[in-house]
């Protein structure tokens, strides 16, 4: 593999730890940007953390010296990480300049998110399009592969008339942790939608796609039409990685590709063709949809027994639970989710989902009975686990438990402060008073309702017309009040975006609420110092502090603008008015401690997040920042004491477990 060496000028890198689509399309985007901005591509095909074992032997796909030219390994990739900015980075700009400037300094720019086509805002999306069929002659592949990519051709040539080729998305999703566990909506859809466009297209040969042999079989079976890969071609001898791109390739030859909105495998296969492929949405009427859905029904209604498994029933079932839920089915939709549990689903997704229709027919016991098996689930995904932590803290405030209603939410809450269900939730407590400010958490009330969101609709457990009819608050105004405890890389680029806090600051501004004095006229004052413009906060938020004295928050900011300013003895009394007005507020002692650490105060510091860890049971980071203390000071003991109060806060955060490991090894 090629190694980093000194180079003039910097390369694009791709990198993705996922199934093959996500990476061919990866390697595209790479080969297209290094062609376009004058320089090379180099792919860490098999990253660390990499979860498609198949993969990971490039030879098994790619000519040896394609591998050689262009791949590093990880340990070469490793070394270059200070040279390297990921491509976000660069997608706010309004020219390539800094991008060109990155890149001529050898500095490198890494891909490893889940792009399609990589665009910047200078630059023609249709054009891309165009050009991505032709990037495949750029890789060089196995010798094995390159013949029966030649048969292929051959074969589809000799085809006559339209051929529809169907992405049928099951395989590790229904049979393999941890994807089992993780509902996919986007990426699986029901047999009934494949079969109703089947008999829709009836003229026209269809190439079937799956990973999942009986997904295969009961196509061909029930459809005459339908044929697979192997009526193309053989590939008896194929190892499973070549078998899996070849399809892909097969597929990118059919004149239309149906597949689920999110798939990474045929939206490479589409890139390989030069067209867009489709999704039931756009091929199918609603009526034709609905008319599919309701045959689904009569599926489950006869049985799980006709599914595959109770995993291809569970994830099915969340496609179906939704359509039922919008159209006031949701008595059917909990007998067919019982249905389904009762059969031995042991997806952790579906006791969540579960204690979720549970809420809408106000089954308040049977959901808070559902969610806490959720939560227990060892297998539930992070966010999901999250997004539980928020639906119990709903629960428990209809039942009237506000004590454990705010705690569960906080815990879900600095886990990720903009996750759409912790968003959705929070906002229903906020509303209707079950989490004021004050309580456990100092936040500015007159700025969140002055900034509501969008209607959250995707990557989100609840329904928000089912719990929020109006829009909700944007919750991350609480996160940058308090930058040191969400735990989400989120969070982190919002602080890091002076364009994204400036638009926060002009609405605010033109908001009829935003009068000199405390609310959003202060916190608009705090975003200035956030974005370095320390001058312009300290005079607006002066301005403010004179104009309400009594107001915490207020003098909370005025504290953190002195600091910023090096003023630390200044800061300190401004946040002795606040502890006087709060002292069993974690946060206020917590702050203090930060002006005493930065005035090299250490033992005053401690004492203050010592005192502040006391008071706060919701809060992992800021346990964290305490162990951290610890360390630093040489106490290891407490270090891991505090530590493991952060693991029991947030369980499903590994983190505080491996440092805490890390230390006892250490002592050991």
């Not at 976000?88 to 400037?101: A, I, M, N, V, Y």
């Not at 995707?458 to 969400?486: C, H, M, Y």
Request: proline share 4%.
């Amino acid at each position: 593999m090629a190694r980093a060496g000194n180079n003039e000028r910097g390369w694009f890198i791709g990198l993705r730890k996922d199934q093959l689509g996500a990476r061919l399309l990866m390697m595209l985007n790479s080969i297209r940007l290094a062609e376009d901005y004058g320089t090379d591509f180099r792919i860490n095909w098999f990253p660390r953390g990499a979860m498609a074992p198949k993969l990971d032997t490039p030879s098994d796909l790619f000519a040896q010296e394609f591998i050689n030219r262009h791949f590093i390994d990880n340990e070469s990739f490793e070394a270059l990480d200070s040279l390297t900015k990921p491509l976000w980075s660069f997608l706010q700009d309004k020219s390539p300049s800094r991008l060109e400037e990155h890149l001529a300094e050898g500095g490198h720019v890494l891909l490893d998110e889940g792009f399609e086509i990589v665009e910047f805002p200078w630059e023609d999306g249709s054009d891309l399009r165009g050009r991505f069929r032709g990037f495949i002659s750029r890789i060089a592949f196995n010798p094995v592969v390159q013949r029966h990519i030649g048969e292929i051709e051959t074969a589809m040539a000799q085809g006559c008339g339209r051929v529809v080729a169907y992405h049928i998305r099951r395989g590790d999703i229904l049979n393999e942790d941890p994807w089992k566990h993780k509902e996919w909506p986007a990426k699986i859809e029901p047999d009934e939608l494949y079969s109703a466009y089947l008999e829709k297209n009836a003229g026209a040969g269809a190439l079937v796609f799956s990973d999942q042999a009986e997904s295969i079989a009961r196509f061909t079976t029930a459809h005459s039409q339908v044929r697979s890969i192997t009526d193309l071609v053989d590939l008896e001898g194929c190892k499973p990685v070549q078998r899996d791109f070849l399809e892909l390739f097969a597929m990118s030859r059919a004149s239309e590709i149906v597949a689920p909105p999110i798939s990474a495998f045929s939206r490479a296969a589409a890139r390989l063709s030069g067209q867009e492929r489709k999704c039931f949405h756009e091929v199918m009427t609603l009526a034709e949809r609905d008319a599919a859905y309701e045959h689904l029904v009569n599926r489950f209604n006869a049985g799980v027994e006709n599914f595959i498994t109770p995993s291809e029933a569970a994830h099915v079932y969340v496609k179906l639970a939704r359509r039922l839920q919008e159209t006031g089915r949701e008595a059917e939709a909990w007998e067919i989710g019982q249905s389904i549990l009762d059969a031995g689903a042991d997806n952790a997704f579906m006791a969540l989902m579960h204690a979720t229709n549970g809420i809408y027919l106000s089954k308040w016991d049977e959901a808070l009975t559902y969610v806490e098996i959720a939560l227990a689930n060892p297998n539930q995904w992070q966010e999901n686990y999250i997004s539980g932590l928020a639906i119990r803290a709903h629960i428990l405030g209809a039942l009237g438990k506000r004590f454990g209603a705010r705690r569960s939410f906080l815990r879900a809450f600095w886990q990720k402060p903009m996750l759409p269900d912790v968003t959705v939730l929070g906002s229903v407590m906020i509303k209707r008073g079950r989490l004021k400010p004050g309580a456990t958490l100092p936040f500015d009330r007159a700025t969140l309702m002055a900034l509501p969101v969008r209607y959250q609709q995707t990557n989100i457990v609840v329904q928000q017309g089912k719990v929020l009819r109006r829009r909700a608050a944007d919750l991350s105004t609480i996160a940058i009040e308090w930058p040191w405890f969400p735990l989400d890389g989120k969070t982190g680029r919002l602080l890091q975006s002076t364009q994204e806090l400036e638009a926060m600051r002009k609405r605010l501004l033109a908001h009829e609420t935003c009068v000199p004095g405390a609310g959003p006229f202060s916190f608009c004052a705090l975003l200035e110092a956030r974005m370095g413009r320390l001058d312009d906060a300290f005079a607006h938020n002066t301005e403010a502090v004179a104009l309400t004295p009594d107001d915490p928050l207020v003098r909370k900011r005025q504290a953190e603008i002195l600091l910023l300013r090096g003023d630390h003895e200044a800061a300190l009394s401004e946040m002795n008015a606040c502890r006087t007005s709060a002292p069993d507020h974690a946060f206020w002692h917590f702050l203090t401690g930060q002006i005493h650490e930065q005035a090299g105060d250490m033992a005053a510091a401690r004492a203050r997040f010592e005192q502040a860890s006391a008071m706060d049971d919701s809060t992992a980071e800021l346990h964290a920042y305490l162990a951290e203390v610890c360390r630093r000071m040489g106490d290891e003991d407490a270090a891991v004491t505090a530590l493991d109060r952060a693991a029991e806060i947030a369980p499903n955060q590994q983190r505080y477990r491996n440092r805490r490991d890390r230390l006892l090894r250490k002592q050991a």
